[in-house]
């Protein structure tokens, strides 16, 4: 199962990126989706996840600065990251639940 992630990229302290991720409709649909995330020399950790009834959940690093969405008819999840801070440079992956089934990555740097 293939997910792709796309919109990762360079901003300054205090931008805005938006990452999507696509996945396969069969498994989309059905299952909770999420967002993690791999800073260097450190482990993956969570970052945020919506379920299909589009409830949410969110680490405190990031609760009120990032917002997950989804959008059935498109199969892909959002992750809208506002106010970013040099802390949240990291590759993030995408997830699906089901497998789980993840994203190839997408990096993120903040910087000025």
């Known amino acids: 199962v293939q997910l792709q992630a796309s919109g990762g990229g360079l901003v300054q302290p205090g931008g805005s990126l938006r990452l999507s991720c696509g996945a396969p409709?069969?498994?989309?649909?059905?299952?909770?989706m999420g967002w993690y995330r791999q800073a260097p020399g450190k482990q993956r950790e969570f970052v945020a996840s919506?379920?299909?009834?589009?409830?949410?959940n969110y680490a405190d690093s990031v609760m009120g600065r990032f917002t997950i969405s989804r959008d059935n008819a498109k199969n892909t999840v959002y992750l809208q990251m506002n106010s970013l801070k040099p802390e949240d440079t990291a590759v993030y992956y995408c997830?699906?639940?089901?497998?789980?089934?993840w994203g190839q990555g997408t990096l993120v740097t903040v910087s000025s």
């Open positions: 997830v699906n639940y089901a497998g789980p089934y």
């Open positions: 409709g069969t498994i989309f649909r059905f299952n909770t």
């Open positions: 919506i379920g299909t009834g589009d409830n949410t």
